[in-house]
C-alpha cells in the first residue's frame, strides 16, 4: 500500500493526465473486446468464452497482412474482417449447436475452441513471440499536454476504439438491422414468426462481435506480444467489465472499461500489489448489490 | 431403508476393490493415477452436489479445493499438528470460508452466482498469490509437507498413503451418497426443478442452498487435503479459474444427472490427458478435438446418455405393459 | 538412432503401458509389459504448450544436440539413449504427476527436470521420495539448491543461479552508475518470485558495490500481463537515473515496445538482465540505445570457434535459434553423458550423483573453458556470467564483460550466512 504516492500523483497535473490516459488506453482496448462479449450475450444469451482467442487470432492475422502489405491500416481492417468471418464460421458450424442447451456445454464448446486455435497458432507461428513494431507512421515522439505524455499511436487507438463503440451503437440502436436484433434479443421465435430469418442476424451478430475482438487483436499487435495464449489474460478481464456494466449493454461495457482502466492506472501507483484484487472486489460489490450490472436489465 | 443399506455395500465393495489394486500388485503409475484421480474425483463429485443436484452453477468451486490443500499443507508444516487434527483444522477452515462465501452467493441465481463464485475465488487465488510470507506466493508450499506417524499409520509410506487416500475418498463418496438420497436430496432437486414452489412450501430455500454449499464445499476441501498429499505440496494453481474449469469439464464429460457420473468424466479426462500428453506434444490440440467431438457427437455425459436410454426402454416396457393391460380390459369388455 | 526415433518408439511403448493401465483398472490385474528395450531412458518433463512453450521447445532442443551425438558414437555398452518428453503445462501438481509416471510407467532411469520455477520444486519433492538422478536445468531460483532444507542428495542443477546473476550484475551496474552518475533507481519486474527475489538481490548488490544508489520507484507488473502501460507511465513519473528489469520473453518484448512510446529509454539507462537471449532481442523491432543486458547465450559470447559450430550445429539440426534454456540443458546432458562414462552404464541414483559431485566438465559456456558442479551445494559454477551492451542487429552484443567468479564466490557465502543457509 502506498497512498501517500497516490495522493501526490493526484496532486499534479502531470501525472494525473498521464495515468488519465494510460487508463483510457487499457479501457478501450478491453471495450472493444468486452463490447463484442457482451452483444452476443445480450442476442444470443450465448455466453462466448471463446472471445480471447478471436482476439489473438487477430493480432496474428494483423500480423502477417502487415508482412504481406507493410500497411498497418489495411492489416487492422483486414484481421477484423477476416476475423469477422472466422466469428460466423465458428456461429454456424459450432455454436448453434447447442443454442438453447445447458450453458455449460456451450462453455465447453468455447473451452474446446480455445485449446484448439492456441495449438494451431503455435503450429503456424510457432511459439516465439512475435513483435509486430510500431509503424512507421507512428514513430513519433509522445505529445506533451499540461506536463503529461500522450503518445501518438496510443491516442489513435483510443479515437478508433471510440469511433467503432459509437458505429457499433448507432447501428444498434438506428438502424432496421439493429431494431431487428434488439427484437430478437428479446424474443428470438416472434421475429422469426414475422418471417425474417433469425439465424442470419445471429451468425451476423456473432460476426460483429467476432470482428470486435479482431480489431482490438489488430490495434494491439503493434504494442503487446504474440504469443500462443495471449487471449487468456484478456480473456477474464472483459468479463470483468462486462459483469459490471451489466450483461447485455454496450453502454455499460465502456463505462464499466474506464472503470477498470483506471483502477489498474492509478491501483498501480496507490496499491500495486492488489489491482487485481481489486478489480474481483469491484466485480464482486457489484454482483451483490445490482446483479444485473450498472446497465444491465435484470436476467430473463 | 433397503436403499441405503445397499449404498453402504456398495461402498464397501468399492472399497476393497481399491484396496485390492495394492495387494495383487498394480505398479506403482496405477496407483498414482488413481490417487491423481481421487483428488480430483471428489472435486468434481462435490461440485456436481451444486450444478446437478441443485442447480446451483459455481465457477469458483477450486477455491475450497485450494482452501483445505492450504489449510492442511500449513499445519502440518507448522509442526504442531497431528495429521489428524490437521485435517479437522482444515475441514473447519473450509466451512467457515464456505458459509461466509456461500451466505453472500447463494442469494443469487444462475449467471450471477456463477460470476460471483468466480469473482471471490479469484480474490481468494490473489490472496495466496500476495501474501508470499504466508503462503509462499507462487512457488505454493515449498519443502515438502510433513507426514509424522498416527495410529501406527505412516503416509510417508506411498501403499499406506493410497489405502489413506481410498479410505477417505470412499467415505465422502457414501457421504454424498446419504446426501442426495436423504430428504434433504430430494429438497435440493425440488430447488433445482422450481424454486418458487419449494419456497411456497415452507421450505427455507436460502439455508437449504447455503447448506448444501457447505457441505459440497468441505468435500472438495478432503479432495485438496488428498493432492496435497500426493505431491506434497501446495500451489496457487490448485485455486486457480481453470482448476474449478476442469472439474465442470469433468462433470460434462461423465453426465451430471447420475450419482458417479462426475467420477467417470474425471477417468475420461485424466485418461484422454496421460495418454494424449504421451502420444503428442500438441495436447491442447487433441484434447479440444475430442471435446468437440463428444459434446457435438453426444450432446450429453455418456453416463446420461445411457441412463436415458435406460429410462426410455424402462418406459417404453411400461407402456406395453399398460397397453396390453387395456387390451385385455377391452377385450374383458367385449366379451 | 536418433532420439526422434527413440521418442517414437517410446511412444508405442506409453500406448502399451496406457491400454495395460486401462485393462488393469478394469480387471484388476498387473498386466504392465516388461518391455526393457536396453534403452537408457531419460524423462523430461517440461512445457510444451501455452504462453512459454519456446522453453521446452529450446530445452529439448539444448538435449537433443548432446544425446544424438553421444547415439551416433555408439552409446555406452552398446546401451543408446533414449530421451521421453512430457508436457506438464507448467502446473507443479501436474510435473510431480508426470515425474512420477516417467520413472515408475516408462521406467525412466534419470529425470532431467526442463521446468521452470514452482513445478521444479514439486519435482524435487519425487526425487526427494524416488532417488534417481534428478538434473534441474531451468530453474534460477537460488533456494532451490541453496536452502539445505530442500536438499535432495540426487538432484543438482545445471542453469544459473539467480544470485549469481544478481552478483555479477551489481557489480557491473555500479561501475557504469559510478561512471554515469546513476543515482536514482527504478525497477520493473514480474510479480512473482523470481522476479521479486531476482530484482532484490541485484538491487542489493548494486547499492553494495555504489553506495550512492538508492532505490527510488518499484513496479510489479503481473507475469503475462499484456500491457504495462500503467508500469510505464509510473516509472516515468518516477524520473529516476536508471532502471533495472528482471521481465523475460514475450513480456519483455511488449514491455520495451511500450516503453518506447513514451521514449522511456531517453530518459535513464536501462539494465535488463532477460534482454540478451534469441528469441527477445532479435524480436525488439524499434531497439533503444545503450541499454545493457546480461549475458543469455549469444554465439559471440565466447567468441569461440567452437561456440559458432556449436550454434551453426544446433540452428542446423533444430531449426531454432538456441536459447539460455539450450545451453543449460546441454550441459546438464553433457554432466549426465560424461557420469555414465563413470559409472560404466549404471544409472543408480546414488552412484550417478557421487560422479557429478564435484565434476569438472570441458565446457565452452564456462569462464575457463569449463564449468563445475560445486559438491558443497549441488549446483553449477563458473558458467559464463556477464554484462554487455544489448545492439538490434548480428550479433546482438558488444563490449560483453564477463564477471570474475572469486568475488562471487565470497559475497555468495556472506549472502548464504545472512539467509541461515550456512553457519
Given at each position: 500500500?502506498?497512498?501517500?504516492?497516490?495522493?501526490?500523483?493526484?496532486?499534479?497535473?502531470?501525472?494525473?493526465?498521464?495515468?488519465?490516459?494510460?487508463?483510457?488506453?487499457?479501457?478501450?482496448?478491453?471495450?472493444?473486446?468486452?463490447?463484442?462479449?457482451?452483444?452476443?450475450?445480450?442476442?444470443?444469451?450465448?455466453?462466448?468464452?471463446?472471445?480471447?482467442?478471436?482476439?489473438?487470432?487477430?493480432?496474428?492475422?494483423?500480423?502477417?497482412?502487415?508482412?504481406?502489405?507493410?500497411?498497418y491500416f489495411v492489416s487492422a481492417l483486414g484481421a477484423a474482417v477476416a476475423v469477422g468471418m472466422l466469428g460466423v464460421l465458428f456461429e454456424r458450424v459450432l455454436m448453434s449447436k447447442v443454442y438453447g442447451s445447458n450453458v455449460l456445454m456451450q462453455l465447453l464448446v468455447c473451452y474446446a475452441v480455445v485449446l484448439i486455435s492456441d495449438d494451431l497458432i503455435k503450429i503456424i507461428w510457432g511459439p516465439v513471440p512475435l513483435s509486430m513494431g510500431m509503424p512507421p507512421e507512428f514513430r513519433l515522439p509522445p505529445i506533451r499536454f499540461m506536463g503529461g505524455v500522450i503518445p501518438p499511436f496510443y491516442l489513435f487507438m483510443i479515437l478508433a476504439a471510440m469511433a467503432i463503440g459509437l458505429l457499433l451503437w448507432l447501428v444498434i440502436v438506428r438502424t432496421r438491422f439493429g431494431s431487428v436484433v434488439r427484437a430478437a434479443a428479446i424474443n428470438g421465435p416472434m421475429v422469426s414468426a414475422l418471417g425474417i430469418r433469425v439465424n442470419l442476424y445471429y451468425a451476423a451478430v456473432f460476426g460483429i462481435g467476432s470482428a470486435l475482438a479482431g480489431a482490438a487483436g489488430a490495434l494491439a499487435a503493434p504494442v503487446r506480444s504474440l504469443t500462443p495464449g495471449m487471449g487468456f489474460s484478456i480473456l477474464i478481464e472483459s468479463f470483468i467489465v462486462t459483469v459490471i456494466g451489466g450483461m447485455g449493454s454496450i453502454v455499460g461495457a465502456f463505462v464499466a472499461s474506464i472503470i477498470i482502466g483506471l483502477t489498474r492506472s492509478f491501483g498501480s501507483i496507490g496499491f500495486p500489489l492488489f489491482v487485481d484484487g481489486v478489480m474481483f472486489l469491484i466485480m464482486a460489490l457489484v454482483l451483490i448489490f445490482k446483479p444485473s450490472g450498472l446497465f444491465g436489465r435484470p436476467h430473463r | 431403508m433397503a436403499g441405503r443399506w445397499r449404498d453402504l455395500g456398495l461402498a464397501a465393495l468399492g472399497l476393497l476393490v481399491l484396496l485390492l489394486v495394492p495387494v495383487v500388485g498394480a505398479p506403482p503409475a496405477i496407483r498414482d493415477f488413481i490417487m491423481f484421480g481421487m483428488a480430483y474425483g471428489l472435486l468434481a463429485m462435490s461440485l456436481n452436489l451444486l450444478i446437478g443436484y441443485t442447480g446451483l452453477v459455481s465457477f469458483g468451486h477450486a477455491m475450497f479445493f485450494a482452501a483445505g490443500a492450504y489449510a492442511f499443507g500449513l499445519a502440518m508444516q507448522s509442526g504442531k499438528f497431528s495429521i489428524p487434527g490437521a485435517f479437522v483444522l482444515a475441514m473447519a477452515f473450509t466451512a467457515t470460508m464456505a458459509l461466509i462465501v456461500g451466505a453472500i452467493c447463494v442469494r443469487l441465481n444462475e449467471i450471477y452466482f456463477a460470476f460471483l463464485t468466480l469473482a471471490f475465488q479469484m480474490l481468494f487465488y490473489n490472496i495466496i498469490l500476495g501474501w508470499v510470507s504466508f503462503t509462499g506466493g507462487d512457488q505454493g508450499l515449498m519443502g515438502g509437507i510433513p507426514r509424522p506417524k498416527f495410529l501406527g499409520i505412516d503416509l510417508a509410506d506411498r501403499t499406506q498413503l493410497y489405502i489413506f487416500c481410498s479410505v477417505a475418498f470412499v467415505v465422502c463418496i457414501a457421504i454424498l451418497r446419504q446426501v442426495v438420497t436423504s430428504p434433504f436430496g430430494y429438497t435440493l432437486r425440488m430447488i433445482r426443478d422450481n424454486q418458487e414452489r419449494a419456497a411456497f412450501l415452507g421450505i427455507n430455500v436460502t439455508m437449504v442452498k447455503l447448506a448444501c454449499f457447505v457441505i459440497s464445499a468441505c468435500i472438495a476441501g478432503v479432495g485438496g487435503i488428498l493432492l496435497t498429499l500426493f505431491v506434497s505440496g501446495a500451489y496457487p494453481n490448485f485455486g486457480f479459474w481453470t482448476t474449478s474449469g476442469e472439474a465442470i469439464f469433468m462433470i460434462l464429460l461423465g453426465g451430471s444427472n447420475v450419482f458417479l457420473g462426475p467420477l467417470v468424466g474425471t477417468v475420461i479426462l485424466r485418461l484422454l490427458n496421460d495418454i494424449t500428453v504421451s502420444y503428442t506434444s500438441h495436447t491442447e490440440l487433441v484434447l479440444g478435438i475430442v471435446i468437440l467431438v463428444l459434446v457435438l457427437g453426444l450432446r450429453k455425459g455418456p453416463l446420461d446418455l445411457l441412463a436415458d436410454r435406460w429410462e426410455n426402454r424402462r418406459q417404453a416396457k411400461a407402456q406395453a405393459v399398460r397397453d396390453a393391460a387395456d387390451k385385455d380390459a377391452q377385450a374383458g369388455r367385449d366379451a | 538412432m536418433t532420439s526422434t526415433e527413440s521418442r517414437r518408439a517410446s511412444r508405442r511403448q506409453v500406448l502399451k503401458g496406457a491400454g495395460a493401465l486401462a485393462a488393469a483398472g478394469v480387471i484388476g490385474a498387473p498386466a504392465i509389459s516388461k518391455a526393457q528395450t536396453g534403452t537408457i531412458k531419460i524423462g523430461v518433463p517440461t512445457i510444451l504448450s501455452g504462453r512459454v512453450a519456446i522453453l521446452g521447445q529450446t530445452s529439448v532442443g539444448g538435449l537433443k544436440v548432446v544425446f544424438d551425438k553421444f547415439n551416433a558414437a555408439g552409446g555406452i555398452n552398446g546401451r543408446k539413449i533414449e530421451m521421453v518428453v512430457r508436457d506438464s503445462k507448467g502446473a507443479p501438481q501436474e510435473a510431480a504427476k508426470v515425474t512420477r509416471d516417467l520413472i515408475n510407467n516408462d521406467k525412466c532411469e534419470i529425470i532431467l527436470d526442463a521446468e521452470a520455477s514452482s513445478a521444479a520444486f514439486a519435482v524435487q519433492e519425487v526425487i526427494r521420495e524416488i532417488g534417481v538422478l534428478c538434473l534441474h536445468s531451468n530453474s534460477e531460483t537460488s533456494s532451490l539448491t541453496a536452502d539445505p532444507k530442500l536438499h535432495v542428495p540426487t538432484a543438482f542443477r545445471t542453469a544459473r543461479q539467480g544470485i549469481h546473476d544478481a552478483i555479477g550484475g551489481g557489480d557491473y551496474a555500479a561501475k557504469i552508475a559510478k561512471a554515469k552518475g546513476l543515482k536514482k533507481w527504478a525497477t520493473c519486474s514480474p510479480d512473482y518470485a523470481y522476479g521479486r527475489s531476482n530484482t532484490a538481490e541485484f538491487m542489493e548488490y548494486a547499492k553494495h558495490f555504489d553506495g550512492n544508489i538508492q532505490v527510488v520507484e518499484e513496479s510489479w507488473p503481473k507475469l503475462f500481463q499484456p500491457d504495462y502501460t500503467e508500469v510505464v507511465t509510473k516509472l516515468l513519473n518516477a524520473k529516476a537515473d536508471a532502471m533495472y528489469s528482471a521481465l523475460w520473453g514475450g513480456d519483455l518484448v511488449a514491455f520495451i515496445d511500450q516503453a518506447n512510446l513514451y521514449g522511456l529509454f531517453d530518459k535513464q539507462a536501462s539494465f535488463m538482465v532477460n534482454l540478451g537471449d534469441y528469441g527477445v532481442v532479435d524480436q525488439v523491432k524499434q531497439f533503444p540505445q545503450g541499454v545493457y543486458s546480461g549475458g543469455r547465450y549469444n554465439r559471440t559470447v565466447p567468441a569461440t570457434k567452437e561456440n559458432e559450430e556449436w550454434y551453426q550445429n544446433y540452428v542446423k539440426t533444430q531449426k531454432h535459434k538456441p536459447t539460455n534454456w539450450s545451453w543449460e540443458n546441454a550441459v546438464a546432458a553433457e554432466f549426465v553423458v560424461e557420469a555414465l562414462k563413470k559409472t560404466n552404464g549404471d544409472t543408480n541414483g546414488k552412484k550417478m550423483a557421487e560422479a557429478i559431485k564435484g565434476m569438472t566438465l570441458k565446457s565452452q559456456f564456462g569462464t575457463k573453458g569449463t564449468v563445475t558442479m560445486r559438491a558443497e551445494d549441488n549446483t553449477l559454477v563458473d558458467y559464463i556470467i556477464g554484462y554487455g551492451v544489448s545492439l538490434s542487429k548480428e550479433p546482438y552484443v558488444s563490449d560483453f564483460q564477463a564477471s570474475a567468479w572469486e568475488p562471487i564466490f565470497e559475497l555468495e557465502k556472506q549472502w548464504k550466512k545472512k539467509q541461515g543457509y550456512i553457519s
Amino acid at each position: 500500500m502506498d497512498l501517500d504516492a497516490l495522493l501526490r500523483c493526484v496532486g499534479t497535473t502531470s501525472c494525473v493526465v498521464t495515468q488519465l490516459t494510460s487508463g483510457m488506453i487499457i479501457g478501450m482496448l478491453l471495450f472493444l473486446i468486452a463490447s463484442g462479449v457482451t452483444l452476443i450475450f445480450g442476442v444470443l444469451n450465448v455466453i462466448n468464452f471463446a472471445h480471447g482467442s478471436l482476439y489473438m487470432i487477430g493480432a496474428y492475422a494483423a500480423w502477417t497482412f502487415y508482412q504481406l502489405t507493410g500497411s498497418y491500416f489495411v492489416s487492422a481492417l483486414g484481421a477484423a474482417v477476416a476475423v469477422g468471418m472466422l466469428g460466423v464460421l465458428f456461429e454456424r458450424v459450432l455454436m448453434s449447436k447447442v443454442y438453447g442447451s445447458n450453458v455449460l456445454m456451450q462453455l465447453l464448446v468455447c473451452y474446446a475452441v480455445v485449446l484448439i486455435s492456441d495449438d494451431l497458432i503455435k503450429i503456424i507461428w510457432g511459439p516465439v513471440p512475435l513483435s509486430m513494431g510500431m509503424p512507421p507512421e507512428f514513430r513519433l515522439p509522445p505529445i506533451r499536454f499540461m506536463g503529461g505524455v500522450i503518445p501518438p499511436f496510443y491516442l489513435f487507438m483510443i479515437l478508433a476504439a471510440m469511433a467503432i463503440g459509437l458505429l457499433l451503437w448507432l447501428v444498434i440502436v438506428r438502424t432496421r438491422f439493429g431494431s431487428v436484433v434488439r427484437a430478437a434479443a428479446i424474443n428470438g421465435p416472434m421475429v422469426s414468426a414475422l418471417g425474417i430469418r433469425v439465424n442470419l442476424y445471429y451468425a451476423a451478430v456473432f460476426g460483429i462481435g467476432s470482428a470486435l475482438a479482431g480489431a482490438a487483436g489488430a490495434l494491439a499487435a503493434p504494442v503487446r506480444s504474440l504469443t500462443p495464449g495471449m487471449g487468456f489474460s484478456i480473456l477474464i478481464e472483459s468479463f470483468i467489465v462486462t459483469v459490471i456494466g451489466g450483461m447485455g449493454s454496450i453502454v455499460g461495457a465502456f463505462v464499466a472499461s474506464i472503470i477498470i482502466g483506471l483502477t489498474r492506472s492509478f491501483g498501480s501507483i496507490g496499491f500495486p500489489l492488489f489491482v487485481d484484487g481489486v478489480m474481483f472486489l469491484i466485480m464482486a460489490l457489484v454482483l451483490i448489490f445490482k446483479p444485473s450490472g450498472l446497465f444491465g436489465r435484470p436476467h430473463r | 431403508m433397503a436403499g441405503r443399506w445397499r449404498d453402504l455395500g456398495l461402498a464397501a465393495l468399492g472399497l476393497l476393490v481399491l484396496l485390492l489394486v495394492p495387494v495383487v500388485g498394480a505398479p506403482p503409475a496405477i496407483r498414482d493415477f488413481i490417487m491423481f484421480g481421487m483428488a480430483y474425483g471428489l472435486l468434481a463429485m462435490s461440485l456436481n452436489l451444486l450444478i446437478g443436484y441443485t442447480g446451483l452453477v459455481s465457477f469458483g468451486h477450486a477455491m475450497f479445493f485450494a482452501a483445505g490443500a492450504y489449510a492442511f499443507g500449513l499445519a502440518m508444516q507448522s509442526g504442531k499438528f497431528s495429521i489428524p487434527g490437521a485435517f479437522v483444522l482444515a475441514m473447519a477452515f473450509t466451512a467457515t470460508m464456505a458459509l461466509i462465501v456461500g451466505a453472500i452467493c447463494v442469494r443469487l441465481n444462475e449467471i450471477y452466482f456463477a460470476f460471483l463464485t468466480l469473482a471471490f475465488q479469484m480474490l481468494f487465488y490473489n490472496i495466496i498469490l500476495g501474501w508470499v510470507s504466508f503462503t509462499g506466493g507462487d512457488q505454493g508450499l515449498m519443502g515438502g509437507i510433513p507426514r509424522p506417524k498416527f495410529l501406527g499409520i505412516d503416509l510417508a509410506d506411498r501403499t499406506q498413503l493410497y489405502i489413506f487416500c481410498s479410505v477417505a475418498f470412499v467415505v465422502c463418496i457414501a457421504i454424498l451418497r446419504q446426501v442426495v438420497t436423504s430428504p434433504f436430496g430430494y429438497t435440493l432437486r425440488m430447488i433445482r426443478d422450481n424454486q418458487e414452489r419449494a419456497a411456497f412450501l415452507g421450505i427455507n430455500v436460502t439455508m437449504v442452498k447455503l447448506a448444501c454449499f457447505v457441505i459440497s464445499a468441505c468435500i472438495a476441501g478432503v479432495g485438496g487435503i488428498l493432492l496435497t498429499l500426493f505431491v506434497s505440496g501446495a500451489y496457487p494453481n490448485f485455486g486457480f479459474w481453470t482448476t474449478s474449469g476442469e472439474a465442470i469439464f469433468m462433470i460434462l464429460l461423465g453426465g451430471s444427472n447420475v450419482f458417479l457420473g462426475p467420477l467417470v468424466g474425471t477417468v475420461i479426462l485424466r485418461l484422454l490427458n496421460d495418454i494424449t500428453v504421451s502420444y503428442t506434444s500438441h495436447t491442447e490440440l487433441v484434447l479440444g478435438i475430442v471435446i468437440l467431438v463428444l459434446v457435438l457427437g453426444l450432446r450429453k455425459g455418456p453416463l446420461d446418455l445411457l441412463a436415458d436410454r435406460w429410462e426410455n426402454r424402462r418406459q417404453a416396457k411400461a407402456q406395453a405393459v399398460r397397453d396390453a393391460a387395456d387390451k385385455d380390459a377391452q377385450a374383458g369388455r367385449d366379451a | 538412432m536418433t532420439s526422434t526415433e527413440s521418442r517414437r518408439a517410446s511412444r508405442r511403448q506409453v500406448l502399451k503401458g496406457a491400454g495395460a493401465l486401462a485393462a488393469a483398472g478394469v480387471i484388476g490385474a498387473p498386466a504392465i509389459s516388461k518391455a526393457q528395450t536396453g534403452t537408457i531412458k531419460i524423462g523430461v518433463p517440461t512445457i510444451l504448450s501455452g504462453r512459454v512453450a519456446i522453453l521446452g521447445q529450446t530445452s529439448v532442443g539444448g538435449l537433443k544436440v548432446v544425446f544424438d551425438k553421444f547415439n551416433a558414437a555408439g552409446g555406452i555398452n552398446g546401451r543408446k539413449i533414449e530421451m521421453v518428453v512430457r508436457d506438464s503445462k507448467g502446473a507443479p501438481q501436474e510435473a510431480a504427476k508426470v515425474t512420477r509416471d516417467l520413472i515408475n510407467n516408462d521406467k525412466c532411469e534419470i529425470i532431467l527436470d526442463a521446468e521452470a520455477s514452482s513445478a521444479a520444486f514439486a519435482v524435487q519433492e519425487v526425487i526427494r521420495e524416488i532417488g534417481v538422478l534428478c538434473l534441474h536445468s531451468n530453474s534460477e531460483t537460488s533456494s532451490l539448491t541453496a536452502d539445505p532444507k530442500l536438499h535432495v542428495p540426487t538432484a543438482f542443477r545445471t542453469a544459473r543461479q539467480g544470485i549469481h546473476d544478481a552478483i555479477g550484475g551489481g557489480d557491473y551496474a555500479a561501475k557504469i552508475a559510478k561512471a554515469k552518475g546513476l543515482k536514482k533507481w527504478a525497477t520493473c519486474s514480474p510479480d512473482y518470485a523470481y522476479g521479486r527475489s531476482n530484482t532484490a538481490e541485484f538491487m542489493e548488490y548494486a547499492k553494495h558495490f555504489d553506495g550512492n544508489i538508492q532505490v527510488v520507484e518499484e513496479s510489479w507488473p503481473k507475469l503475462f500481463q499484456p500491457d504495462y502501460t500503467e508500469v510505464v507511465t509510473k516509472l516515468l513519473n518516477a524520473k529516476a537515473d536508471a532502471m533495472y528489469s528482471a521481465l523475460w520473453g514475450g513480456d519483455l518484448v511488449a514491455f520495451i515496445d511500450q516503453a518506447n512510446l513514451y521514449g522511456l529509454f531517453d530518459k535513464q539507462a536501462s539494465f535488463m538482465v532477460n534482454l540478451g537471449d534469441y528469441g527477445v532481442v532479435d524480436q525488439v523491432k524499434q531497439f533503444p540505445q545503450g541499454v545493457y543486458s546480461g549475458g543469455r547465450y549469444n554465439r559471440t559470447v565466447p567468441a569461440t570457434k567452437e561456440n559458432e559450430e556449436w550454434y551453426q550445429n544446433y540452428v542446423k539440426t533444430q531449426k531454432h535459434k538456441p536459447t539460455n534454456w539450450s545451453w543449460e540443458n546441454a550441459v546438464a546432458a553433457e554432466f549426465v553423458v560424461e557420469a555414465l562414462k563413470k559409472t560404466n552404464g549404471d544409472t543408480n541414483g546414488k552412484k550417478m550423483a557421487e560422479a557429478i559431485k564435484g565434476m569438472t566438465l570441458k565446457s565452452q559456456f564456462g569462464t575457463k573453458g569449463t564449468v563445475t558442479m560445486r559438491a558443497e551445494d549441488n549446483t553449477l559454477v563458473d558458467y559464463i556470467i556477464g554484462y554487455g551492451v544489448s545492439l538490434s542487429k548480428e550479433p546482438y552484443v558488444s563490449d560483453f564483460q564477463a564477471s570474475a567468479w572469486e568475488p562471487i564466490f565470497e559475497l555468495e557465502k556472506q549472502w548464504k550466512k545472512k539467509q541461515g543457509y550456512i553457519s
